[in-house]
């Protein structure tokens, strides 16, 4: 169960501070709030910034517009609980190894808003969260983390309604493994539009109550 992980893992990352993030950390940390003498110590990751469009459905307000999203997250909901340290990192996430084997390529000027998964000091037993909207990169967490015994949970949502897959490194299948179709992936850029570019159109494909419901 959610509290059985948190009472084995005191270091949780969190991958993608948008739309179904934004709503998630506030309920997570309330649950951390049931285990005050348990130290947790959260890390958001996400170089994305908030843009009018997100206020329809994310977590933000006018005034975090052109601020980093793990930036006012953070800022927002640090020492609500004594027992909770929330930092971020206000980068995209990508594993350059395995984009050297997919001849994935980027300018200098492009990697300075990513930062390496190896670069990351997972620490044993951590939980890591994906609350990102594209698929290339939940390939990429989800073989990273695979030999480093931690627990994955990855989320997606449709229209009005919200999805949770749970993993251990104890157990198989991987997220990729009930997900075939992902490992014909494809460059980031390649993808499919941002959950907050379809939501602005005339048959919007995520609504508030999918980010809701999925965090």
Known sequence: SEYKILQDNNTIYIFGAGGTASWFIPKLLKVCNHYPNKAFNIILIDGDTVETKN?????????DVGRNKAEVLTERYSGLYSNVTLSHIPKYATWEKYDRLKDIKRTAQEMEQYIDLDAINLEENSS?????????????LDIWSMPRNSVLFNSGININNGQVFADSAYY???YILNHIELIHDREELDLNPSCADVSTTSEPDQRYVGNDLAA
């Not at 206020?55 to 005034?63: A, S, T």
């Not at 890591?128 to 990429?140: G, H, P, Q, R, T």
């Open 55 to 63: 206020i329809l459905r994310q977590n933000f307000i006018h005034e």
């Open 128 to 140: 890591i969260i994906s609350l990102v909207d594209n698929e290339a990169f939940k390939i990429k």
């Open 172 to 174: 198989i299948p991987r």
